[in-house]
């Protein structure tokens, strides 16, 4: 088990049902021990990804359960859903709370869908860059911020967000696309070595740098500490 919620079956990544007899993305259901879980598919998701492929303790990139997270390129629900399996748990017995913001009308309504049976889960319509039109949801920094916008200025984006919303020793995860940054012409691995750079300039640790390939091509999933 990497959490009371989240077991690794093999090759296989499972989070117990929070909501009984839904699947979410047409994943698999399956019990274990008369217990309901979804199958959390990893090329379908980064943070499934980053676990599946992390070199570290793979519950170093869970939050801790029933804490209050941000969560910013929410898409339309396939990470959030496993992640609210093991932050909140069914019913919210647990009383986490998961801010999941994106720009997308149609995310959502799909995020709002979802919400309606995982209480716990927030949807929020809004811009990871501007912080004074969903920020008041946040009174207090949190522990664990993910961001997985995909768009130009990824890097920035994360910065600024952690510098406002994430804790001193909190973990922040960037999903980066290298495709969605200006191309200057050089190697992707040049790239990821100058975001890591820009990560420690501007006060974190950077404790991972996890290459998703075969589960998402030109993408690195940095998990980092905030220091300063
Ligand atoms: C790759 S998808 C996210 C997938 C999701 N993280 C998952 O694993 O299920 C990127 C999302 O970021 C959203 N997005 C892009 N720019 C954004 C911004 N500035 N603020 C909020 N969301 C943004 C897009 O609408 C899109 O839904």
Same mark, same amino acid.
């Given at each position: 088990?990497?959490?009371?919620?989240?077991?690794?079956?093999?090759?296989?990544?499972?989070?117990?049902?929070?909501?009984?007899?839904?699947?979410?993305?047409? *994943?698999?259901?399956?019990?274990?021990?008369?217990? *309901?879980? +979804?199958?959390?598919?990893?090329?379908?998701?980064?943070?499934?990804?980053?676990?599946?492929?992390?070199?570290?303790d793979?519950?170093?990139l @869970?939050?801790?359960?029933?804490s209050?997270?941000?969560?910013?390129? $929410?898409?339309?629900?396939?990470?959030?859903? &496993?992640?609210?399996? &093991?932050?909140?748990?069914?019913?919210n017995?647990?009383?986490?709370?998961?801010?999941?913001? #994106?720009? $997308?009308?149609?995310?959502?309504?799909?995020?709002? &869908?979802? $919400?309606?049976? +995982?209480?716990?889960?927030?949807?929020?319509?809004?811009?990871?860059?501007?912080?004074?039109?969903?920020?008041?949801?946040?009174?207090?920094?949190?522990?664990?911020?993910?961001? #997985?916008?995909?768009?130009?200025?990824?890097? *920035?984006?994360?910065? #600024?967000?952690?510098?406002?919303?994430?804790?001193?020793?909190?973990?922040?995860? @960037?999903?980066?696309?290298a $495709?969605?940054?200006?191309?200057?012409?050089?190697?992707?691995?040049?790239?990821?070595?100058?975001?890591?750079?820009?990560?420690?300039?501007?006060?974190?640790?950077?404790?991972?740098?996890?290459?998703?390939?075969?589960?998402?091509?030109?993408?690195?999933?940095?998990?980092?500490?905030r220091?300063e």
């Amino acid at each position: 088990m990497l959490s009371w919620a989240v077991r690794l079956e093999g090759r296989a990544l499972w989070t117990e049902n929070a909501d009984i007899g839904v699947a979410v993305y047409g *994943e698999n259901l399956r019990k274990f021990g008369g217990t *309901e879980y +979804r199958r959390w598919d990893p090329s379908r998701s980064k943070l499934g990804a980053g676990i599946m492929r992390t070199k570290r303790d793979k519950s170093l990139l @869970l939050p801790e359960e029933g804490s209050t997270v941000l969560y910013l390129g $929410a898409g339309h629900g396939t990470s959030i859903s &496993h992640l609210h399996d &093991h932050l909140c748990g069914a019913n919210n017995d647990l009383g986490g709370r998961l801010i999941a913001v #994106d720009l $997308a009308p149609r995310c959502l309504r799909d995020l709002t &869908h979802l $919400a309606k049976t +995982r209480p716990g889960l927030v949807p929020v319509l809004g811009d990871a860059r501007k912080h004074s039109a969903w920020g008041v949801l946040l009174p207090r920094k949190v522990d664990w911020l993910f961001q #997985d916008v995909a768009q130009s200025g990824q890097v *920035e984006i994360f910065i #600024d967000a952690c510098q406002r919303f994430l804790n001193k020793g909190g973990t922040g995860l @960037l999903s980066l696309k290298a $495709a969605s940054e200006r191309w200057t012409g050089e190697g992707e691995e040049t790239l990821f070595a100058k975001v890591a750079q820009k990560l420690n300039n501007n006060g974190f640790d950077v404790e991972e740098s996890i290459k998703l390939t075969g589960y998402e091509d030109n993408h690195v999933l940095f998990v980092t500490r905030r220091v300063e």
